[in-house]
């Protein structure tokens, strides 16, 4: 699953990755962070998502606030089962357009230029 997911957020547009604290892939958009996914076993998925999402997604079992990011709305699923790929994907999919809608104008349009093109 781990593999399917990271396949996923490097197919959005624009998405670029970096390795970081223990061994973190992390994914932004821009230079925006909008999830993380632990390269370790249990591959634990970190995500931005809406207030009423957040809070909705903590009362499931294996999710909890993301360490060091809940108070911006970020949860962290313990392993990468957690929920079904399909929910998984909405949920990344949600989380890249929060993260590249806070963007500049500019250079949201720069990202929407290059991927009409790529």
Not at 1 to 30: H, I, Q, S, Y
Not at 54 to 75: E, M, Q
């Amino acid at each position: 699953m781990f593999d399917n997911t990271l396949a996923f957020c490097r197919a959005l547009p624009a998405v670029t990755t970096e390795v970081k604290w223990d061994n973190e892939l992390r994914l932004f958009v821009g230079e925006k962070l909008f999830a993380m996914l632990s390269m370790d076993e249990p591959h634990r998925i970190s995500f931005k998502c809406q207030p009423a999402q957040f809070h909705k997604l903590i009362c499931k079992p294996g999710i909890v606030p993301a360490p060091h990011l809940a108070r911006y709305h970020w949860v962290q699923l313990k392993q990468d089962d957690t929920l079904p790929d399909t929910e998984l994907e909405q949920y990344l999919q949600k989380a890249y357009e929060l993260v590249f809608n806070s963007l500049p104008a500019a250079e949201q349009q720069l990202i929407q230029n290059h991927h009409a093109s790529a």
